[in-house]
DNA sequence: GTCTATACACCGATAGAC
DNA sequence: GTCTATCGGTGTATAGAC
């Protein structure tokens, strides 16, 4: 990729994770990167032209991340703690969530498209997290009550809710909440 | 509370569910009640005070809730899945979510003072959970792992989660995931 | 309390020169 | 790949008549 496509679209997830997709136009990033609207319209001619790269960026980003986290030898507590710690680091550089909790809030103002790539990058976070949950079970750390998928929902979606919280209210909540939310995967 | 205010009131709180608050506009308003921008201007000079008076409203009505729900002769277990079925009604009827995570989601768009007052709806929340978990204890219905307050907070920041999440995917995972976080407060 | 009319800023987007 | 210039549309907001 060029590099000033990829500097765009990563300038533009940092104002998703912000503002939100809608709350940021052609004028925020050119001011910002020092280069005019037109300009940017020449690497992305309408904004669902970046909304859509945007959120290819960040499924394969997110992918990398959990690729890196379950190559690690190290023990499905550990692998769940370093999850945790991804969104603690959005929170603690600057009043950031998750994107795409930040997408899913804008659900019906984006574009059936966006919409649709959206879902991707949950499934494949929530498939990152049922794989975390086999392999503490086998390793006879986590213990699950009811459905492991449900349990991987809960998860996925409680982390997200619980940033949105912490960033109006207090930063220092969200590793707390997270803390209580991986309790209930302790069998003892 | 005149009926006109009223009305714009509680039409602007269904379009913060379901858009946002910066995503519908004095226009959307003005076509959906018949009147022009400029009378609903007469009644909100702007928009911030609009946006304040909508906090205010949704401030009283959950509360309203709250009471109702603790003041019913049925035990902890109930008032939880009373509680539940609040959200459970907003997804149901068109793609809705907690107007309070819609806003928390723009907290760094809104003013000062709708932050300060989305905060002030998620501490009554959390009251209120925190209300039900401990009759809960007593009662020997509820087994609460670490601290009751962020339990609590857990509770209400995942159910917000998990709205959102439903939203974009599909609107029966609501209840499931719902079902699947109370699980963890059974003793047995 | 509602209207018409209007101001002004910003939005996404395009044409065309360099 | 970047620029200047400009368009039509929409956003919040106000003045003033009825």
Do not use: W
Not at 31 to 38: C, D, V
């Amino acid at each position: 990729m060029e590099n000033r496509k990829k500097q765009i679209i990563e300038l533009s997830i940092e104002l998703v994770k912000k503002y939100g997709y809608d709350s940021f136009s052609y004028a925020t990033l050119s001011k910002e990167l020092g280069i005019t609207k037109a300009s940017i319209h020449h690497h992305f001619q309408r904004k669902d032209d970046l909304g859509l790269e945007l959120c290819s960026y960040i499924h394969a980003h997110m992918v990398k991340e959990f690729n890196s986290i379950l190559s690690k030898k190290n023990c499905a507590k550990e692998k769940m703690k370093d999850y945790l710690n991804l969104y603690a680091k959005m929170i603690e550089t600057g009043d950031k969530i998750c994107p795409i909790a930040s997408l899913q809030a804008e659900a019906n103002v984006i574009s059936k498209e966006m919409r649709e790539e959206v879902c991707l990058i949950d499934d494949a976070e929530n498939d990152f997290i049922e794989t975390v949950l086999n392999l503490g079970i086998k390793e006879n750390d986590f213990y699950i009550k009811g459905d492991i998928k449900l349990e991987a929902l809960l998860i996925t979606s409680a982390l997200k809710g619980a940033l949105q919280y912490s960033r109006i209210h207090d930063k220092n909540k969200y590793m707390l909440i997270a803390e209580q939310l991986t309790l209930r995967l302790q069998s003892f």
